[in-house]
Protein backbone atom coordinates (compact mmCIF):
# COMPACT_ATOMS: atom_id res chain seq x y z
CA UNK A 1 0.00 0.00 0.00
CA UNK A 2 3.26 2.43 0.29
CA UNK A 3 2.61 4.96 -2.43
CA UNK A 4 -0.82 4.28 -3.18
CA UNK A 5 -2.94 7.59 -3.20
CA UNK A 6 -5.78 5.51 -1.82
CA UNK A 7 -6.35 5.46 2.00
CA UNK A 8 -9.18 3.09 3.52
CA UNK A 9 -9.67 4.11 7.20
CA UNK A 10 -11.68 2.34 9.56
CA UNK A 11 -12.97 4.78 12.40
CA UNK A 12 -13.66 2.74 15.65
CA UNK A 13 -15.98 4.96 17.12
CA UNK A 14 -18.27 4.76 21.22
CA UNK A 15 -21.49 7.09 21.11
CA UNK A 16 -23.24 9.52 19.17
CA UNK A 17 -20.47 12.43 20.01
CA UNK A 18 -17.74 10.54 19.11
CA UNK A 19 -19.26 9.47 16.03
CA UNK A 20 -20.50 13.06 14.77
CA UNK A 21 -17.08 15.06 16.09
CA UNK A 22 -15.29 12.26 14.55
CA UNK A 23 -16.97 11.95 11.04
CA UNK A 24 -17.82 16.09 10.55
CA UNK A 25 -14.29 16.67 11.41
CA UNK A 26 -12.76 14.34 8.50
CA UNK A 27 -15.65 16.12 6.15
CA UNK A 28 -14.49 20.01 6.80
CA UNK A 29 -10.73 18.83 6.49
CA UNK A 30 -12.30 17.86 2.74
CA UNK A 31 -14.26 20.68 2.41
CA UNK A 32 -11.41 23.09 3.49
CA UNK A 33 -9.22 21.27 0.97
CA UNK A 34 -11.58 21.64 -2.34
CA UNK A 35 -12.48 17.69 -2.07
CA UNK A 36 -15.45 16.77 -3.84
CA UNK A 37 -16.48 14.97 -0.60
CA UNK A 38 -19.96 12.45 -0.08
CA UNK A 39 -21.31 10.79 2.58
CA UNK A 40 -23.26 7.45 2.73
CA UNK A 41 -24.40 6.43 6.14
CA UNK A 42 -27.63 5.17 7.78
CA UNK A 43 -29.99 7.68 7.79
CA UNK A 44 -30.18 7.69 11.63
CA UNK A 45 -26.50 8.85 11.74
CA UNK A 46 -27.25 11.12 8.57
CA UNK A 47 -29.34 13.32 10.13
CA UNK A 48 -26.64 13.64 12.87
CA UNK A 49 -23.87 15.16 10.92
CA UNK A 50 -26.21 17.20 8.56
CA UNK A 51 -27.29 18.99 11.97
CA UNK A 52 -23.72 19.30 13.21
CA UNK A 53 -22.88 20.77 9.72
CA UNK A 54 -25.46 22.90 9.24
CA UNK A 55 -25.24 25.41 6.07
CA UNK A 56 -21.92 22.76 5.15
CA UNK A 57 -23.98 20.44 4.50
CA UNK A 58 -25.21 21.94 1.54
CA UNK A 59 -21.47 20.97 -0.02
CA UNK A 60 -21.67 17.62 1.11
CA UNK A 61 -23.75 14.87 -1.28
CA UNK A 62 -25.42 13.18 1.07
CA UNK A 63 -26.87 9.15 1.15
CA UNK A 64 -28.94 7.37 3.19
CA UNK A 65 -27.01 4.00 3.14
CA UNK A 66 -29.48 1.94 4.28
CA UNK A 67 -31.54 2.53 0.49
CA UNK A 68 -28.50 3.26 -1.58
CA UNK A 69 -26.51 0.50 0.19
CA UNK A 70 -29.01 -2.15 0.84
CA UNK A 71 -27.17 -4.64 -1.26
CA UNK A 72 -23.63 -4.57 0.05
CA UNK A 73 -22.50 -5.71 -4.07
CA UNK A 74 -24.26 -2.38 -5.18
CA UNK A 75 -22.22 0.30 -3.13
CA UNK A 76 -19.33 0.32 -5.30
CA UNK A 77 -20.73 0.76 -8.12
CA UNK A 78 -23.57 2.74 -7.59
CA UNK A 79 -22.37 4.66 -4.46
CA UNK A 80 -18.39 4.95 -4.26
CA UNK A 81 -17.37 4.79 -7.79
CA UNK A 82 -20.51 6.97 -9.04
CA UNK A 83 -19.40 9.55 -6.97
CA UNK A 84 -15.65 8.99 -7.71
CA UNK A 85 -16.22 8.98 -11.46
CA UNK A 86 -18.17 12.78 -11.56
CA UNK A 87 -14.55 14.22 -10.07
CA UNK A 88 -11.85 12.87 -12.50
CA UNK A 89 -8.97 14.13 -11.37
CA UNK A 90 -9.86 15.61 -7.84
CA UNK A 91 -9.04 13.70 -5.18
CA UNK A 92 -12.52 12.49 -3.20
CA UNK A 93 -13.48 12.16 0.06
CA UNK A 94 -16.06 9.58 0.98
CA UNK A 95 -17.80 8.38 4.28
CA UNK A 96 -19.09 5.35 3.67
CA UNK A 97 -21.09 3.28 6.13
CA UNK A 98 -22.21 0.10 5.20
CA UNK A 99 -21.79 -2.34 8.27
CA UNK A 100 -24.54 -0.82 10.60
CA UNK A 101 -26.20 -2.40 13.85
CA UNK A 102 -28.75 -4.69 12.53
CA UNK A 103 -27.45 -5.89 9.56
CA UNK A 104 -28.08 -9.37 9.37
CA UNK A 105 -25.87 -12.67 9.93
CA UNK A 106 -27.54 -13.36 5.83
CA UNK A 107 -26.22 -9.90 4.66
CA UNK A 108 -22.88 -9.89 6.41
CA UNK A 109 -20.60 -12.09 4.42
CA UNK A 110 -21.49 -9.37 1.43
CA UNK A 111 -20.94 -6.46 3.25
CA UNK A 112 -17.25 -7.76 4.85
CA UNK A 113 -16.77 -9.04 0.75
CA UNK A 114 -17.67 -5.53 -0.26
CA UNK A 115 -15.41 -3.84 2.58
CA UNK A 116 -12.04 -5.79 1.34
CA UNK A 117 -13.09 -5.54 -2.06
CA UNK A 118 -12.84 -1.40 -1.73
CA UNK A 119 -8.91 -1.46 -1.71
CA UNK A 120 -9.01 -3.44 -5.12
CA UNK A 121 -11.20 -1.55 -6.70
CA UNK A 122 -9.73 1.83 -5.81
CA UNK A 123 -6.05 0.84 -5.73
CA UNK A 124 -4.37 3.93 -7.75
CA UNK A 125 -6.84 6.40 -7.21
CA UNK A 126 -6.41 10.16 -5.37
CA UNK A 127 -9.47 9.12 -3.16
CA UNK A 128 -9.43 8.56 0.81
CA UNK A 129 -12.91 6.21 2.23
CA UNK A 130 -13.71 6.36 5.89
CA UNK A 131 -15.74 3.60 6.99
CA UNK A 132 -17.42 4.39 10.43
CA UNK A 133 -17.50 1.08 12.66
CA UNK A 134 -19.79 1.13 16.27
CA UNK A 135 -17.65 -0.58 18.58
CA UNK A 136 -20.21 -0.39 21.46
CA UNK A 137 -23.25 -2.37 19.55
CA UNK A 138 -21.03 -4.02 16.99
CA UNK A 139 -19.65 -7.42 18.07
CA UNK A 140 -15.43 -8.32 18.09
CA UNK A 141 -15.57 -10.66 15.39
CA UNK A 142 -17.10 -7.61 13.00
CA UNK A 143 -14.52 -5.31 14.80
CA UNK A 144 -11.49 -8.06 13.81
CA UNK A 145 -12.36 -8.36 10.21
CA UNK A 146 -12.54 -4.41 10.14
CA UNK A 147 -8.83 -4.53 10.84
CA UNK A 148 -8.50 -6.89 8.08
CA UNK A 149 -10.22 -4.99 5.70
CA UNK A 150 -8.64 -1.78 6.24
CA UNK A 151 -5.08 -0.73 5.97
CA UNK A 152 -5.43 2.15 8.68
CA UNK A 153 -7.53 2.21 12.04
CA UNK A 154 -8.75 5.55 13.80
CA UNK A 155 -10.23 6.09 17.39
CA UNK A 156 -12.88 8.06 17.48
CA UNK A 157 -10.33 10.78 19.50
CA UNK A 158 -8.37 10.72 16.16
CA UNK A 159 -5.61 8.34 16.99
CA UNK A 160 -4.30 6.79 13.64
CA UNK A 161 -2.31 3.51 13.24
CA UNK A 162 -2.14 1.15 10.47
CA UNK A 163 -3.25 -2.25 10.59
CA UNK A 164 -0.95 -5.06 11.28
CA UNK A 165 -3.61 -7.52 10.30
CA UNK A 166 -4.16 -6.07 7.08
CA UNK A 167 -5.27 -9.07 4.75
CA UNK A 168 -8.67 -8.44 2.37
CA UNK A 169 -7.88 -11.30 0.08
CA UNK A 170 -8.11 -13.70 3.37
CA UNK A 171 -11.67 -12.02 4.10
CA UNK A 172 -12.71 -12.41 0.40
CA UNK A 173 -11.85 -15.99 0.75
CA UNK A 174 -13.03 -16.50 4.16
CA UNK A 175 -16.64 -15.78 3.47
CA UNK A 176 -16.79 -17.88 -0.45
CA UNK A 177 -18.44 -19.93 1.53
CA UNK A 178 -21.55 -22.71 0.44
CA UNK A 179 -25.02 -20.87 0.87
CA UNK A 180 -26.44 -23.57 2.82
CA UNK A 181 -30.07 -25.38 1.78
CA UNK A 182 -33.26 -23.59 1.75
CA UNK A 183 -36.53 -26.04 3.31
CA UNK A 184 -39.26 -25.54 0.24
CA UNK A 185 -38.40 -24.37 -2.94
CA UNK A 186 -40.00 -24.46 -7.20
CA UNK A 187 -37.03 -25.51 -8.77
CA UNK A 188 -36.89 -26.14 -12.87
CA UNK A 189 -33.55 -26.80 -14.68
CA UNK A 190 -32.72 -24.52 -17.78
CA UNK A 191 -30.97 -24.28 -20.94
CA UNK A 192 -31.76 -22.56 -24.19
CA UNK A 193 -34.57 -23.98 -25.25
CA UNK A 194 -36.38 -22.96 -21.54
CA UNK A 195 -34.83 -19.80 -20.42
CA UNK A 196 -38.52 -18.41 -20.73
CA UNK A 197 -39.82 -20.95 -18.59
CA UNK A 198 -36.70 -19.81 -15.91
CA UNK A 199 -38.11 -16.62 -16.13
CA UNK A 200 -41.69 -16.93 -15.66
CA UNK A 201 -41.38 -19.86 -12.63
CA UNK A 202 -39.55 -16.40 -11.20
CA UNK A 203 -42.40 -14.04 -12.42
CA UNK A 204 -45.20 -16.56 -11.20
CA UNK A 205 -43.78 -16.86 -7.89
CA UNK A 206 -43.34 -13.12 -7.13
CA UNK A 207 -46.80 -12.32 -8.91
CA UNK A 208 -47.84 -14.47 -6.03
CA UNK A 209 -46.25 -12.52 -3.35
CA UNK A 210 -47.51 -9.06 -4.32
CA UNK A 211 -44.77 -8.03 -6.51
CA UNK A 212 -45.70 -5.64 -9.60
CA UNK A 213 -45.06 -3.01 -12.29
CA UNK A 214 -40.85 -1.96 -11.85
CA UNK A 215 -40.00 -4.20 -9.31
CA UNK A 216 -41.50 -7.27 -10.91
CA UNK A 217 -39.16 -6.29 -14.66
CA UNK A 218 -36.67 -6.18 -11.45
CA UNK A 219 -36.68 -9.96 -10.96
CA UNK A 220 -37.64 -11.19 -14.47
CA UNK A 221 -34.64 -8.77 -15.76
CA UNK A 222 -32.42 -10.82 -12.61
CA UNK A 223 -33.64 -13.98 -14.01
CA UNK A 224 -32.47 -13.56 -17.26
CA UNK A 225 -29.30 -12.12 -16.59
CA UNK A 226 -28.02 -14.33 -14.53
CA UNK A 227 -29.82 -17.09 -16.59
CA UNK A 228 -27.93 -15.66 -19.77
CA UNK A 229 -24.51 -15.66 -17.90
CA UNK A 230 -25.24 -19.52 -17.15
CA UNK A 231 -26.08 -20.25 -20.91
CA UNK A 232 -22.92 -18.01 -22.16
CA UNK A 233 -20.41 -18.67 -19.00
CA UNK A 234 -21.33 -21.68 -16.96
CA UNK A 235 -21.70 -24.80 -18.87
CA UNK A 236 -24.92 -24.24 -21.09
CA UNK A 237 -27.38 -24.63 -18.90
CA UNK A 238 -28.31 -23.94 -15.27
CA UNK A 239 -31.14 -24.44 -11.94
CA UNK A 240 -32.86 -22.41 -10.67
CA UNK A 241 -34.49 -22.57 -7.74
CA UNK A 242 -36.92 -20.30 -5.82
CA UNK A 243 -38.46 -19.50 -1.89
CA UNK A 244 -39.01 -16.84 0.54
CA UNK A 245 -37.15 -16.70 3.45
CA UNK A 246 -37.36 -13.87 6.73
CA UNK A 247 -39.36 -11.58 4.62
CA UNK A 248 -37.69 -12.06 1.19
CA UNK A 249 -38.29 -13.84 -2.33
CA UNK A 250 -35.21 -15.52 -2.88
CA UNK A 251 -33.60 -16.17 -6.53
CA UNK A 252 -31.00 -19.01 -6.79
CA UNK A 253 -29.48 -19.53 -10.21
CA UNK A 254 -26.30 -22.12 -10.03
CA UNK A 255 -24.26 -23.72 -13.11
CA UNK A 256 -20.63 -25.30 -13.10
CA UNK A 257 -18.92 -21.63 -14.45
CA UNK A 258 -16.47 -20.15 -12.30
CA UNK A 259 -16.27 -16.38 -11.60
CA UNK A 260 -12.53 -16.01 -11.10
CA UNK A 261 -12.58 -11.70 -10.76
CA UNK A 262 -13.49 -11.05 -7.44
CA UNK A 263 -15.00 -7.39 -8.52
CA UNK A 264 -17.20 -9.09 -11.40
CA UNK A 265 -20.40 -7.00 -11.14
CA UNK A 266 -19.35 -4.46 -8.55
CA UNK A 267 -17.67 -1.96 -10.98
CA UNK A 268 -19.05 0.34 -13.65
CA UNK A 269 -18.59 -1.33 -17.21
CA UNK A 270 -18.32 -0.23 -20.85
CA UNK A 271 -22.03 -0.71 -21.86
CA UNK A 272 -20.83 -1.40 -25.62
CA UNK A 273 -18.57 -4.54 -24.80
CA UNK A 274 -21.10 -7.42 -25.08
CA UNK A 275 -21.71 -9.50 -21.77
CA UNK A 276 -20.57 -6.77 -19.82
CA UNK A 277 -23.10 -5.61 -17.71
CA UNK A 278 -24.85 -9.00 -16.58
CA UNK A 279 -23.80 -9.17 -12.93
CA UNK A 280 -23.53 -5.77 -12.24
CA UNK A 281 -27.56 -5.05 -13.11
CA UNK A 282 -28.14 -7.95 -10.85
CA UNK A 283 -26.05 -6.27 -8.07
CA UNK A 284 -28.39 -2.60 -8.68
CA UNK A 285 -31.67 -3.96 -9.08
CA UNK A 286 -31.34 -6.71 -6.35
CA UNK A 287 -31.98 -5.90 -2.19
CA UNK A 288 -29.04 -8.06 -1.79
CA UNK A 289 -26.82 -10.21 -3.71
CA UNK A 290 -24.70 -13.77 -2.21
CA UNK A 291 -22.23 -15.35 -4.09
CA UNK A 292 -20.61 -18.92 -3.88
CA UNK A 293 -18.04 -19.78 -6.39
CA UNK A 294 -15.23 -22.48 -7.05
CA UNK A 295 -13.77 -24.41 -9.83
CA UNK A 296 -16.67 -26.51 -11.76
CA UNK A 297 -19.10 -23.98 -9.53
CA UNK A 298 -21.24 -21.14 -9.17
CA UNK A 299 -24.09 -20.30 -7.29
CA UNK A 300 -25.59 -17.02 -7.14
CA UNK A 301 -28.60 -15.56 -4.44
CA UNK A 302 -30.41 -12.77 -5.01
CA UNK A 303 -33.06 -11.48 -2.42
CA UNK A 304 -35.85 -8.93 -3.06
CA UNK A 305 -37.57 -7.43 0.01
CA UNK A 306 -41.46 -8.41 0.10
CA UNK A 307 -43.85 -5.85 -0.81
CA UNK A 308 -45.55 -4.60 2.91
CA UNK A 309 -48.98 -6.32 1.52
CA UNK A 310 -47.73 -9.72 0.74
CA UNK A 311 -48.90 -11.97 3.74
CA UNK A 312 -47.54 -15.36 2.62
CA UNK A 313 -46.06 -17.51 5.30
CA UNK A 314 -42.10 -17.18 5.23
CA UNK A 315 -40.24 -20.49 4.67
CA UNK A 316 -37.80 -21.68 6.92
CA UNK A 317 -34.08 -21.10 5.40
Not at 202 to 214: K, P, S, Y
Request: some cysteine.
Amino acid sequence: MSGDPFVHTALFYQGEREYTSAVTAFVREGLESGDPTAVAVPEANLKLIEAELGDEAARVHLLDMTRAGRNPGRIIPGVLRDFADRHPGDHVRIVGEPIWPGRTTTEYPACVQHEALINHAFSGRAATILCPYDAVRLGPDVLHDAELTHPVLRDGGGGERRSHGYAPDQVVDRHNQPLGEPGAFVSLRFDRTNLAGARGLAAERAIELGFGGDRLDDIRLVIAELGANSLDHGGGSGLIRIWTEAGRLVCEVSDTGHITDPLAGRQPVDAGIAGSRGLLIVNLVSDLVRVHTRAGGTTIRTYFDLPARASMPVMPA
